[in-house]
């Protein structure tokens, strides 16, 4: 069974870092499009950052300049390495990805790694 783990949330102070890791296992044929969004508390789950499997990455506006995504294909793992955090950035962070099997494919998403960003 696919599964996608998180790690590397937790509490920074703000103007602080953080990486976020998340390990994609479990009958993997092709990993395609990776991302990880972020649901604050009474708010909508929305997208922070995203990353195609040829490298193409696209970011929301609140977080291009301070955020950055990269993933290695040979471990099947994407990372969010978070600078200049403020204390807006705190949330759940979730990674997505579009995962195929050998007999479908389907969208997959982590357990949620909790940011904290105090100022």
């Known amino acids: 069974q696919v599964q996608l783990v998180e790690s590397g949330g937790g509490l920074v102070q703000a103007g602080g870092s953080l990486r976020l890791s998340c390990a994609a296992s479990?009958?993997?044929?092709?990993?395609?499009?990776m991302a990880w969004y972020r649901q604050a508390p009474g708010k909508q789950r929305e997208l922070v950052a995203g990353i195609t499997s040829s490298g193409t990455r696209n970011f929301a506006d609140f977080v291009k300049g301070r955020f950055t995504i990269f993933r290695d294909n040979a471990k099947n793992t994407v990372h969010l390495q978070m600078n200049s955090l403020t204390p807006e950035d705190t949330a759940v962070y979730y990674c997505?990805?579009?995962?195929?099997?050998?007999?479908?494919?389907?969208?997959?998403w982590g357990q949620g790694t909790q940011v904290t960003v105090s100022s």
């Open positions: 479990g009958g993997i044929f092709r990993l395609h499009d």
């Open positions: 997505n990805a579009r995962i195929a099997t050998m007999t479908f494919v389907n969208n997959y």
